[in-house]
Nanobody, 123 residues
Framework: QVQLVEAGGGLVQAGGSLRLSCVASGRPFATHAMGWFRQAPGKERELVAT???????YYGDAVKGRVTISRDYGKNTLYLQMNNLKPEDTAVYYC?????????????????WGQGTQVSVSS
C-alpha cells in the first residue's frame, strides 16, 4: 500500500519561509516522478514543482525562483523549500507520486496523493 505523508505546513508571515516534507512508503521511491501541487479554496489544483526519477526539476510559473524541490533517496523523503512566501501562496499543499511515469507536470500524471498540509501566509 502506497502512503505519502506530508508535514511542515503552518502559518507564516509574508516574506517568510517553510519547508514541507513528504515521506513515501509502499513502493520504490527513486524510480518514478514525484511532485508538489496545491489547491486554494475555489480553485483548481495546480502544479508547484515536480522532480523526475533522475533528479530533473520543473517549477510552476507562480513559484519559480522562490521554491526548491528535492528528494532524499536514503530517507524516501521529498522536500519543498519555500522562501519569500506571499499571501497568494495560501493553499493546501499535496505530495504526489506517479505510478508509471519517470517525469510529469500534470495532475493526471500522478496516481498517489498525500492527505495535504495547509500553508497559510498572512500579509
Amino acid at each position: 500500500q502506497v502512503q505519502l505523508v506530508e508535514a511542515g505546513g503552518g502559518l507564516v508571515q509574508a516574506g517568510g519561509s517553510l519547508r514541507l516534507s513528504c515521506v513515501a512508503s509502499g513502493r520504490p521511491f527513486a524510480t518514478h516522478a514525484m511532485g508538489w501541487f496545491r489547491q486554494a479554496p475555489g480553485k483548481e489544483r495546480e502544479l508547484v514543482a515536480t522532480i523526475s526519477s533522475g533528479g530533473s526539476t520543473y517549477y510552476g510559473d507562480a513559484v519559480k525562483g522562490r521554491v526548491t524541490i528535492s528528494r532524499d533517496y536514503g530517507k524516501n523523503t521529498l522536500y519543498l523549500q519555500m522562501n519569500n512566501l506571499k499571501p497568494e501562496d495560501t493553499a493546501v499543499y499535496y505530495c504526489a507520486s506517479s505510478q508509471y511515469m519517470t517525469w510529469g507536470n500534470r495532475t493526471s500524471d500522478y496516481d498517489y496523493w498525500g492527505q495535504g498540509t495547509q500553508v497559510s501566509v498572512s500579509s
